[in-house]
């Protein structure tokens, strides 16, 4: 599986700029600096739709080293889960405690796994089933 793994960054939907929606994941790279970053065959970023709820999360889903990784997303396959946020001047994030972050993705990945397709998007996957 190389070190392929699932990132997701969770922003306040008043916090999400949808004119750069890439801004929260360039900060993600300037924490965790990954030659991937600069390499679009190694990464994929999904982006969930605006809400109409109040307070609602969005979720930035980072797919990394693509090519790595092949099938299904098991309970076993890597995933990362933190929080961003504006701070003062600058972009801030946080990793959520362990059982925090095993509760989060028990519920993210309920619709994650299946909405956000390994390392592509909704509509190239379903073109790829239909080869």
């Known amino acids: ?18 004119q750069d929606p890439y801004e929260f994941a360039r900060f993600y790279f300037t924490q965790f600096p ?13 982006y969930q739709p605006p809400s109409d709820i109040p307070g609602a999360k ?20 890597p995933h990362e889960v933190y929080a961003v946020r504006r701070g003062a001047d600058q972009l ?7 059982a ?3 509760n989060l993705l028990q519920k993210i990945r309920k619709y994650s796994d299946g909405f956000y ?6 509509s190239d996957y379903r073109r790829n089933l239909d080869k």
């Open 1 to 18: 599986m190389s070190n392929a793994k699932r990132i997701i960054l969770r922003v306040a939907e008043n916090e999400m700029n949808y």
């Open 58 to 77: 969005v979720h930035i889903v980072i797919d990394l080293e693509i090519q790595g990784f092949t099938g299904t997303l098991d309970q076993e396959f």
């Open 92 to 98: 801030e994030l946080y990793a959520y405690p362990e």
């Open 117 to 122: 397709p390994w390392g592509e998007s909704r």
């Open 34 to 46: 990954s030659n991937a970053s600069s390499d679009p065959t190694r990464h994929f970023i999904h």
């Open 100 to 102: 925090v972050k095993r």
